[in-house]
T-cell receptor, first 116, second 109 residues
Framework: GAVVSQHPSRVICKSGTSVKIECRSL??????MFWYRQFPKQSLMLMAT?????????EQGVEKDKFLINHASLTLSTLTVTSAHPEDSSFYIC????????????FGPGTRLTVT | DAKTTQPPSMDCAEGRAANLPCNHSTISGNEYVYWYRQIHSQGPQYIIH???NNETNEMASLIITEDRKSSTLILPHATLRDTAVYYCIAKEGRRALTFGSGTRLQVQP
């Protein structure tokens, strides 16, 4: 089946620093990718839609200047958490619809961000 | 996307069938029913989807009522590795998935 990877799987950073998370579709091209975050004991919440070749669209309440998204190619989207704070600590997950099988979305394994 | 309602938790004995219900009474004609699951600290995993007809794949079966207002995901022979949170989602096309609270399935040895 289709595979989506994320890197890093875990990251610990200090308050005020920036962290970049990569999401790659390994065996298919993805013009669209989605970024979610999940706080402990909660469900996934959509943050933004990443579009190859154009600006990302953000959900209400998500700061676009804090969560920078770049969809550099048909297989790579990056999420940069800028000036991270402890409240940004969360599980960040990306997903992509797989080509012609548009009804199936494939998720990355997630990135656990801890801001100290 | 149509709202879905699922029981918060269920238990199932290992080796038995797990039947997970989902209510989606306001589903529109173009919305598919999707099932995903999330094992602890992992990304969600696609299980199955359907529009009107019942569907079966190597993981599960999906039974959709004739009026499409509810569905049931069936794991025919549950194993301990099936312990996870199961999400039922009604969605149209390539839009992002909207996750509810899901059903926490605990498979008991």
């Amino acid at each position: 089946g289709a595979v989506v990877s994320q890197h890093p799987s875990r990251v610990i950073c200090k308050s005020g620093t920036s962290v970049k998370i990569e999401c790659r579709s390994l065996d298919f091209q993805a013009t669209t990718m989605f970024w979610y975050r999940q706080f402990p004991k909660q469900s996934l919440m959509l943050m933004a839609t990443s579009n190859e070749g154009s600006k990302a669209t953000y959900e209400q309440g998500v700061e676009k200047d804090k969560f920078l998204i770049n969809h550099a190619s048909l297989t790579l989207s990056t999420l940069t958490v800028t000036s991270a704070h402890p409240e940004d600590s969360s599980f960040y997950i990306c997903s992509a619809p797989q080509g012609v099988r548009i009804n199936e979305q494939y998720f990355g394994p997630g990135t656990r961000l801890t801001v100290t | 996307d149509a709202k879905t309602t699922q029981p918060p938790s269920m238990d199932c004995a290992e080796g038995r069938a797990a039947n997970l219900p989902c209510n989606h009474s306001t589903i529109s004609g173009n919305e598919y029913v999707y099932w995903y699951r999330q094992i602890h600290s992992q990304g969600p995993q696609y299980i199955i989807h359907g529009l009107k007809n019942n569907e079966t794949n190597e993981m599960a079966s999906l039974i959709i009522t004739e009026d499409r207002k509810s569905s049931t995901l069936i794991l025919p022979h549950a194993t301990l590795r099936d312990t996870a949170v199961y999400y039922c989602i009604a969605k149209e096309g390539r839009r992002a998935l909207t996750f509810g609270s899901g059903t926490r399935l605990q498979v008991q040895p």
